[in-house]
C-alpha cells in the first residue's frame, strides 16, 4: 500500500534519513538539528565515513516514507543526484534534488515531493538547514498541481 497522503502538520514530523559516506557528516548535523527540533529522526546510515552503496540505503527511507513509517524522507551524497535516483526507484516516491531554497519550496508546493536530496559537497551547514526547514514545513498547494501529482502517479503504473 502507498501512502498518500499529504504532510500539512507544523508540528514534529517523523523524518527517515540516510547517506552515503561523502554525506555522512551533514546527515550527522542534520541528525542532530532535527532532533533538537523536536522531531523524530530514523537514521538509516551510512554510519561512517567508509565508502559505501547508497541505493539500498536510499531505498530504504523511500520506502520507510512510502509505508507511511515517515512523513518525509531526507538522503544525501556528493552530489545526491544518486541518491534522488535511488530513492525515486520505490514506487511512492517523489524526490527531488534540492541545493537552494527555490527548489526545495516548489519541490513541496507544486510536485507535493516526499523525499528531499541534497549535495553534501554542493551546500554548506547552514544552507543544508534552511533547506531542510523550507522543505519539511512547504505545504503542497493541491488544485492544478494535483492533477499532475497523480499524473506521475499514473506513470508508475506502465511497469
Avoid: W
Avoid at 60 to 83: H, K, L, P, W, Y
Avoid at 103 to 114: E, G, K, L, P, S
Wanted: net charge negative; aromatic share 6%.
Amino acid at each position: 500500500m502507498i501512502a498518500m497522503s499529504t504532510v500539512t502538520s507544523s508540528g514534529p514530523l517523523r523524518i527517515a534519513i540516510g547517506s552515503d559516506h561523502a554525506g555522512f557528516d551533514l546527515k550527522q548535523h542534520l541528525v542532530a538539528f532535527l532532533t533538537a527540533a523536536g522531531h523524530t529522526v530514523d537514521d538509516q546510515g551510512t554510519h561512517s565515513t567508509e565508502s559505501c552503496d547508497y541505493p539500498p540505503i536510499c531505498a530504504g527511507v523511500g520506502r520507510t516514507v512510502r509505508d507511511g513509517n515517515a512523513d518525509f524522507g531526507i538522503v544525501m551524497g556528493g552530489s545526491g543526484q544518486g541518491e534522488q535516483l535511488a530513492a525515486n526507484k520505490v514506487r511512492g516516491v517523489r524526490a527531488a534534488l534540492c541545493n537552494d531554497l527555490y527548489t526545495a519550496r516548489m519541490a513541496r508546493q507544486h510536485n507535493d515531493a516526499n523525499v528531499l536530496s541534497i549535495g553534501a559537497r554542493v551546500v554548506g551547514i547552514g544552507l543544508a538547514e534552511e533547506i531542510v526547514t523550507t522543505f519539511i514545513t512547504t505545504a503542497f498547494e493541491g488544485g492544478r498541481h494535483a492533477r499532475r501529482v497523480a499524473m506521475l502517479s499514473e506513470l508508475e503504473n506502465e511497469f
